[in-house]
């Protein structure tokens, strides 16, 4: 079993739907968690992090589940400019015990 | 603005050749680093931990050998593919854990090697 999961997609949605990745990690000591933007070719780019108490930035909320070990991403009123592929990323501590996962990819479609 | 610089972004070389892929930290210093390869649709792999001042730490399944990686100081890391084959052909990438008051990880922006 992989130690970070991740549904690769594609999600095609159209913009303004609302979209939901989920992430599994296999780890129970894992501490940290986050979601990551890459597109292309490019480097990833660090969207946010993850708690357990649940977090929102704008149009984008991420979780934390604990107990069922995994986290989720939900975009609200997705734009074009989200399309991309979103990594999963878990840490057992300290960068140097980082693990991402495939990435979903998601296209939102006019 | 980056704060990770890497360089070259695209290199495209004959087999047997080596090649020198140079990661700086921009405005801080990085006294770990770390090497990555992505191959297409899969994810970051971590290559190795570039310390500074010593020798850099590999992953299981990686050839310290093939990829020798220098990080004499604190703003520089470099990784170079030595005799590179069509199957090195591979994104990598470099990052550095900086920041405050909270620290992060910034990535540089990949180097796509393209081995012929």
């Known amino acids: 079993r992989k130690e970070v999961e991740q549904d690769p997609g594609p999600f095609n949605v159209p913009e303004g739907a609302t979209v939901a990745f989920n992430c599994t990690y296999s780890n129970s000591a894992s501490q940290s968690f986050f979601w990551y933007r890459q597109d292309c070719r490019k480097e990833p780019k660090l969207l946010m992090s993850v708690y357990s108490s649940g977090n929102e930035d704008g149009r984008f909320t991420a979780q934390l589940n604990r107990a069922s070990q995994y986290i989720s991403l939900l975009i609200r009123d997705s734009k074009l400019s989200d399309s991309a592929t979103y990594l999963c990323v878990v840490s057992r501590g300290g960068y140097q015990k980082v693990t991402f996962g495939t990435g979903t990819k998601l296209q939102v479609i006019p | 603005g980056a704060v990770v610089s890497q360089h070259p972004s695209r290199v495209i070389c004959k087999s047997g050749t080596s090649v020198k892929i140079e990661c700086r930290s921009l405005d801080f210093q990085a006294t770990t680093m770390f090497w990555y390869r992505q191959f297409p649709k899969q994810s970051l792999m971590l290559m190795a931990t570039?310390?500074?001042?010593?020798?850099?730490?590999?992953e299981q399944g990686v050839e310290k050998d093939k990829f020798l990686i220098n990080h004499a100081s604190l703003t520089l890391s470099t990784l170079t593919v030595t005799s590179a084959h069509p199957e090195d052909s591979s994104f990598y990438i470099c990052?550095?854990?900086?920041?405050?008051?909270?620290?992060?990880?910034?990535f540089g922006s990949g180097t796509q090697l393209s081995v012929l």
């Open positions: 570039s310390n500074e001042g010593s020798k850099a730490t590999y």
């Open positions: 990052s550095a854990a900086g920041g405050i008051p909270v620290e992060k990880l910034f």
